[in-house]
């Protein structure tokens, strides 16, 4: 099953140190993610996932699935990412069984939505 990997490329992260007028770090984790898009999932980058106060953000989604937001993410969580996204593909219904998700998917989830029916 086919999902997508929305990653908010205008999300300037809660790190200490970021320089709000340098790269945003968003960025940073969309082109970490970009490099090697697992099979079945498209890497997509948008403007806002309205996160803002929980730093770099990504969302899950796909056609039937439920979709998620994360969030509190770094460039440093990249392998993680497509590591979730990779078994979110893999799903029909988008729920990826609780042991089976990397500890950031377990701990920095921020929503879940029902699928469109």
Request: charged share 20%.
């Amino acid at each position: 099953m086919r999902a997508v990997l929305h990653v908010c490329t205008t999300c300037r992260g809660t790190q200490p140190g970021n320089d709000p007028e340098g790269p945003r770090p968003g960025r940073a984790l969309h082109d970490a993610l970009r490099q090697a898009p697992p099979q079945g999932v498209e890497i997509r980058p948008v403007e806002c996932l309205s996160a803002c106060a929980q730093g770099c953000s990504v969302a899950l989604s796909g056609p039937g699935k439920w979709s998620y937001v994360y969030g509190r993410l770094t460039p440093a969580d990249a392998a993680d990412i497509l590591s979730g996204a990779s078994a979110y593909a893999a799903t029909a219904d988008g729920i990826v069984p609780w042991r089976e998700r990397p500890a950031i998917f377990r701990k920095q989830s921020l929503a879940r939505i029902p699928p469109q029916e």
